[in-house]
């Protein structure tokens, strides 16, 4: 069982930067790829960012491509998302998950799940 717990969130401007930090307990990371996902109130859950176990592959969303950022770090059990350039649209409460195959931007293919931090970003 892998424990996955989000901070970071909060109230940014528009413009403005937020790094979003998943620590994860009960098990290493290193075996799982892992994901940021988000959702907006009134809409589905939605991929963002996914990163391999090694950390060696990144894929985005292109509605974050250039401005978000996924990392790990393997001796922390920590995945991180760095997100510049933060617009209004990027409000939503976001969530890491886990994975024990590929690194995928589908929901399903993740095994477990944070509870999700809150950002909110004003214009």
């Known amino acids: 069982q892998v424990h996955l717990v989000e901070s970071g969130g909060g109230l940014v401007q528009a413009g403005g930067s937020l790094r979003l930090s998943c620590a994860a307990s009960?098990?290493?990371?290193?075996?799982?790829?892992m994901g940021w996902f988000r959702q907006a109130p009134g809409k589905e859950r939605e991929f963002v960012a996914a990163i391999s176990w090694s950390g060696g592959m990144t894929y985005y969303a292109d509605s974050v491509k250039g401005r978000f950022l996924i990392s790990r770090d393997n001796a922390k059990n920590t995945v991180y998302l760095q997100m510049n350039s933060l617009k209004p649209e990027d409000t939503a409460a976001y969530y890491c998950?886990?994975?024990?195959?590929?690194?995928?931007?589908?929901?399903?293919?993740?095994?477990?799940w944070g509870q999700g931090t809150q950002v909110t970003v004003s214009s």
């Open positions: 009960g098990r290493t990371l290193r075996s799982y790829a």
């Open positions: 998950a886990a994975a024990l195959g590929r690194a995928t931007p589908f929901i399903n293919d993740y095994d477990y």
